[in-house]
């Protein structure tokens, strides 16, 4: 296009100075096309840039490592071919803070909709934006273009790569053996109390089944029980980077992802009813949902998967033991970076707590005081898979 400026600009010098060294009519008549020329051009980018609607179609999922699918529509509504445009796109994986920059050319005949193939391909989970952030017309001949602003923009959910977590694991972090539990009752009975009964649905305890009113009614009736403080349990996701830390990266933001939801998915497979939290940036508050069914995890993957760290001058522990949905938890999962683990040493919380922690690299991978569990991302699997 730079090529085609030079001659157009020559061209337009050349016709000036005819007209100016010459009487001749062939210099006037060629002085007078170009600028007609130059004016056609210009009114004709004016135009279409207004005449094209941006339309995407996607699959709204992929797995991790599969091709994504992916159109960008280009539709022209004028009658007029539309020479070139040049389209930016900036796309952006909200878990892992990864941004990537696309361009792609086009030319669109008049009434008609011409489709870009997008192909898109993760190794980390994450809800990925994509946004058309600028449009660049040109004309027939490349002489001008305008650029206009364009906040079209979609998204697509790569989904992680969950895996069961190991029994003993599984065993090891529900374990209320040594735990104090006359200090979590000084807030709560120890058991649950009766509070009602409800027919059965997919998730619900099946050690809760009202055996004589299930024969009675021909359906399976359980009971409503208080949630007693020595059973309750909390995922606790970390969301904060805390002032003079620095970025996770990439393969250690998908890692604690997964093992997140991978020990929630795992719980749930052997009918241990929780809670999962963090501390919601956009939202300004701690988020604490009840999970009882694998099916309430499908729904929170969409705000999980566009959850992003972000600096602030308190961890997301500190946000919880501060916040009104703060509650004495019997036992806190507390999934986060190594950077990030030494928060909990601040509050004497009466909870008893696991610190599940991926970092980079470590040394020696162990498990401290039977309360940390370390990994890579390279051997989380292994790690959470055949816990020892």
Known sequence: M????????LGLIFSVALYILSDSYLAILLLVLMIILDVFLCAYIIYIKNKVEIIFVSSGSMSKKERGFLTVQVKNKSIIPIAKIKLYFRMHNHVTGEKNNEVFDVAVNGRTTESIPFHLESIYCGKISIKLEN???????????TLVNSQEETHIYVLPDTFPIAMNLINHLIDHEDQDVDSLSKTRANHGELTGIKEYVIGDNL???HWKLTSKFDEMIVKELTESIDQSLLILLETSIVDGEVKDKSDVADAIMEAYISISRSLIDNE???RIGWFDHEMNQTRIEHISSHDQITQL????LTLTKQTDSYSTIDHYVQSIEYYPFAQIIYVTSGQAAGFIKKWDLPSDITIIRCDESVDHEYISDAKEIVFTPVTMRSRLREFR
Do not use: A, E, N, T
């Open 2 to 9: 730079v090529k085609s400026r030079i001659i157009g600009v």
């Open 135 to 145: 449009m660049q017309f040109y004309d027939f001949l490349g002489f001008f273009s």
């Open 207 to 209: 050690k809760q089944v």
């Open 272 to 274: 241990q009813i929780h």
């Open 301 to 304: 993957l969409p705000s999980l």
